[in-house]
Protein backbone atom coordinates (compact mmCIF):
# COMPACT_ATOMS: atom_id res chain seq x y z
CA UNK A 1 0.00 0.00 0.00
CA UNK A 2 1.43 3.33 -1.11
CA UNK A 3 1.80 6.01 1.99
CA UNK A 4 0.53 9.49 1.04
CA UNK A 5 0.86 8.99 -2.33
CA UNK A 6 -0.08 12.41 -3.50
CA UNK A 7 2.06 14.37 -1.22
CA UNK A 8 5.66 15.30 -1.67
CA UNK A 9 5.90 13.97 -4.94
CA UNK A 10 8.60 16.06 -5.89
CA UNK A 11 10.95 14.66 -3.30
CA UNK A 12 9.81 11.60 -3.95
CA UNK A 13 10.52 11.74 -7.38
CA UNK A 14 14.27 13.01 -6.90
CA UNK A 15 14.59 10.29 -4.18
CA UNK A 16 13.81 7.38 -6.75
CA UNK A 17 15.60 9.17 -9.55
CA UNK A 18 18.70 9.40 -7.33
CA UNK A 19 18.54 5.54 -6.56
CA UNK A 20 18.12 4.41 -10.57
CA UNK A 21 21.43 6.78 -10.87
CA UNK A 22 23.37 4.87 -8.36
CA UNK A 23 22.10 1.83 -9.39
CA UNK A 24 22.89 2.87 -12.95
CA UNK A 25 26.31 3.84 -11.88
CA UNK A 26 26.95 0.67 -10.24
CA UNK A 27 25.62 -1.69 -12.93
CA UNK A 28 27.67 -0.19 -15.66
CA UNK A 29 30.88 -0.82 -13.38
CA UNK A 30 29.91 -3.79 -12.82
CA UNK A 31 29.39 -4.80 -16.62
CA UNK A 32 32.83 -2.70 -17.37
CA UNK A 33 34.66 -4.85 -14.72
CA UNK A 34 33.19 -8.13 -15.28
CA UNK A 35 32.01 -7.85 -18.71
CA UNK A 36 33.98 -9.54 -21.72
CA UNK A 37 34.96 -7.84 -24.73
CA UNK A 38 32.56 -8.16 -27.81
CA UNK A 39 29.46 -9.61 -25.61
CA UNK A 40 26.13 -8.54 -26.81
CA UNK A 41 24.02 -9.57 -24.15
CA UNK A 42 25.93 -11.68 -21.63
CA UNK A 43 25.05 -13.27 -17.91
CA UNK A 44 27.35 -9.60 -16.70
CA UNK A 45 24.69 -7.65 -18.76
CA UNK A 46 21.73 -9.78 -17.07
CA UNK A 47 23.26 -9.06 -13.46
CA UNK A 48 24.05 -5.20 -14.62
CA UNK A 49 20.51 -4.91 -15.64
CA UNK A 50 19.12 -6.65 -12.25
CA UNK A 51 21.61 -4.35 -10.15
CA UNK A 52 19.79 -1.35 -11.96
CA UNK A 53 16.06 -2.60 -10.84
CA UNK A 54 17.01 -3.28 -7.42
CA UNK A 55 18.21 -0.21 -7.05
CA UNK A 56 15.30 1.48 -9.00
CA UNK A 57 12.83 -0.89 -6.89
CA UNK A 58 14.72 -0.01 -3.54
CA UNK A 59 14.02 3.99 -4.13
CA UNK A 60 10.44 3.30 -5.20
CA UNK A 61 9.80 1.16 -1.46
CA UNK A 62 11.96 4.43 0.27
CA UNK A 63 10.44 6.89 -1.31
CA UNK A 64 6.55 5.30 -1.56
CA UNK A 65 5.89 2.43 0.88
CA UNK A 66 8.06 2.43 4.11
CA UNK A 67 6.06 5.16 5.86
CA UNK A 68 8.94 6.60 8.05
CA UNK A 69 11.31 7.53 5.02
CA UNK A 70 7.73 8.45 3.00
CA UNK A 71 6.90 11.16 5.62
CA UNK A 72 10.46 12.30 5.82
CA UNK A 73 10.58 13.02 1.90
CA UNK A 74 6.64 15.06 2.34
CA UNK A 75 7.99 16.84 5.16
CA UNK A 76 11.20 17.88 3.26
CA UNK A 77 8.96 18.81 0.49
CA UNK A 78 6.63 21.15 2.87
CA UNK A 79 9.34 22.38 4.82
CA UNK A 80 11.01 24.01 1.03
CA UNK A 81 7.96 25.92 0.21
CA UNK A 82 8.31 28.16 3.53
CA UNK A 83 12.18 29.31 2.36
CA UNK A 84 11.71 33.11 1.11
CA UNK A 85 14.87 32.67 -1.52
CA UNK A 86 16.88 36.36 -2.01
CA UNK A 87 16.66 38.41 -4.83
CA UNK A 88 18.98 38.71 -7.64
CA UNK A 89 20.87 41.30 -6.91
CA UNK A 90 21.21 40.17 -3.55
CA UNK A 91 22.62 37.11 -4.62
CA UNK A 92 25.08 38.77 -6.85
CA UNK A 93 26.18 41.40 -4.38
CA UNK A 94 26.67 38.33 -1.56
CA UNK A 95 28.76 36.65 -4.37
CA UNK A 96 31.09 39.47 -5.28
CA UNK A 97 31.59 39.80 -1.42
CA UNK A 98 32.45 36.17 -0.84
CA UNK A 99 34.91 35.96 -4.10
CA UNK A 100 36.64 38.76 -2.37
CA UNK A 101 36.89 37.65 0.96
CA UNK A 102 38.67 34.24 -0.44
CA UNK A 103 40.95 36.48 -3.02
CA UNK A 104 41.83 37.85 0.20
CA UNK A 105 42.03 34.66 2.64
CA UNK A 106 44.03 32.91 -0.41
CA UNK A 107 46.49 35.58 -0.84
CA UNK A 108 47.65 35.89 3.21
CA UNK A 109 47.42 31.60 3.25
CA UNK A 110 49.69 31.87 0.55
CA UNK A 111 51.72 34.32 2.14
CA UNK A 112 52.12 31.97 5.53
CA UNK A 113 52.78 29.08 3.71
CA UNK A 114 55.63 30.90 2.01
CA UNK A 115 57.04 32.29 5.42
CA UNK A 116 56.85 28.67 6.93
CA UNK A 117 58.25 26.72 4.46
CA UNK A 118 61.34 29.29 4.69
CA UNK A 119 61.26 28.98 8.49
CA UNK A 120 61.20 25.12 8.09
CA UNK A 121 64.31 25.10 5.37
CA UNK A 122 66.03 27.17 7.96
CA UNK A 123 65.34 25.34 10.54
CA UNK A 124 66.44 21.71 8.79
Do not use: C
Not at 4 to 31: C, L, N, P, Q
Not at 41 to 65: E, N, P
Not at 82 to 107: A, E, N, Y
Amino acid sequence: MLHKHSEGRMTRIVGIATMTVIGAYFAFAFHNYYGEDGEAFGVSSAIAIAILVIFALTGFVLMFVNKKSSEFAINVESETKKITWPDWLSVKGHTWQVVIVMVFLMGYLFVVDIFLGYFRGVIL
